[in-house]
Antibody, heavy 119, light 106 residues
Framework: QVQLVQSGAEVKKPGASVKVSCKAS????????ISWVRQAPGQGLEWMGW????????YYVQNLQGRVTMSTDTSTSTAHLHLRSLRSDDTAVYYC????????????WGQGTLVTVSS | DIQMTQSPTSLSASVGDRVTITCRAS??????LNWYQQKPGNAPKLLIY???SLQSGVPSRFSGSGSGTDFTLTISSLHPEDFATYYC????????FGPGTTVDIK
């Protein structure tokens, strides 16, 4: 069965960076993309960007460009999210999700990783 | 960016009620519209993709309709496990989510 398993919760100070991992299993990793979505406490869902697991092409939303990098390791079927220069408003649960083809729906999600940014 | 709105923001309903949630896009998105359900502490779950296609394993009481700018999610008869927050998401261009509609118990 398809599973996305994310790394554990993180606590970081403002200005630091964080790396969240998402290990995929149960499907051919390179046949799908991975989207990253975050959710601040009590708020809605914010799409952060997408990476192709096939060729590594990535797209980041404008307000995160320069601070975010998405990558994949096809040898371990793992996607990574790297966010730098953390601010308090980056405190959120971060989700990875399998991104399906041209229709771009997110059919399987990781369990979420809480990143807390606090001094 | 394409903006998504949802109405109502929240609603109170009873088990067995028919519930309709509306999602509107700021420009035409054809049928590139998906619906998700999220329960507190859990990841979102895909319900409907491409406006009206039911995701595998999702009960048939959920249905979606619409195209262009206006879309609806309907729950034909509310079950206790359906009390949750529902989000629409467009995939016509860079993905954006609606603000969510919370369905709670009357």
């Amino acid at each position: 069965q398809v599973q996305l398993v994310q790394s554990g919760a993180e606590v970081k100070k403002p200005g630091a960076s964080v790396k969240v991992s998402c290990k995929a299993s149960g499907y051919k990793f390179t046949s799908y993309g991975i989207s990253w979505v975050r959710q601040a406490p009590g708020q809605g869902l914010e799409w952060m960007g997408w990476i192709s697991a096939y060729n590594g092409d990535a797209y980041y939303v404008q307000n995160l460009q320069g601070r975010v990098t998405m990558s994949t390791d096809t040898s371990t079927s793992t996607a990574h999210l790297h966010l730098r220069s953390l601010r308090s408003d980056d405190t959120a649960v971060y989700y990875c999700a399998r991104d399906v083809g041209e229709l771009r729906y997110l059919d399987y999600w990781g369990q979420g990783t809480l990143v807390t940014v606090s001094s | 960016d394409i903006q998504m709105t949802q109405s109502p923001t929240s609603l109170s309903a009873s088990v067995g009620d028919r519930v309709t949630i509306t999602c509107r896009a700021s420009q035409s998105i054809s049928s590139y519209l998906n619906w998700y359900q999220q329960k507190p502490g859990n990841a979102p779950k895909l319900l409907i993709y491409a406006a009206s296609s039911l995701q595998s394993g999702v009960p048939s009481r959920f249905s979606g309709s619409g195209s262009g700018t206006d879309f609806t999610l309907t729950i034909s008869s509310l079950h206790p496990e359906d009390f949750a927050t529902y989000y629409c998401q467009q995939s016509y261009s860079t993905l954006t989510f609606g603000p969510g509609t919370t369905v709670d118990i009357k």
